[in-house]
């Protein structure tokens, strides 16, 4: 991987994304913010406050993570430290979105649980760890955007 102590103070464009640490992070991201946005929307649960903000926090971040890895694949950033700032807030409010959705998310799971289990009961489960799963890769994401940030 290109990713060294060096080349921390430039953003990466194009395929270079796909190399570059933190950068190579918005694919899982898409994939798994991806899945806890499909399993969320194929259960059905009682209380649909806190599965509508799931949705919401995976549907907002989905699209705006790709909306960034395009941005970053077509170098609009121009290698501005700005940018460099903008990534490690979004992905700080995204990591902050994201973890408490998967808390409302895990409660609402735990409170519909039956013996035996349901199929939508099975489904939400999956979109918890997924749902962690998304969170925790925000949170390295950002951690290592605020690394690359400061090395500007």
Known sequence: MASNTAMMGHLPSGVGICTTIPDILYVPELIF???VWIL???TYVVPHN????????????FIMTFVWLVVFACGSHRNSSGWAAADFMYHGIAAFFYLSAS?????????MKTDPPSLNYKL???AVVFSYTATLLY???????AIRWKSF
């Open 50 to 61: 806190p599965q509508g903000w799931v949705m919401f926090v995976s549907l907002f971040c």
């Open 139 to 145: 949170f390295v994401h950002t951690i290592l955007s």
């Open 124 to 126: 939400d489960i999956s």
């Open 33 to 35: 913010g991806g899945l």
């Open 103 to 111: 808390v409302a998310l895990a409660k609402v799971t735990m409170d």
């Open 40 to 42: 969320v929307a194929c």
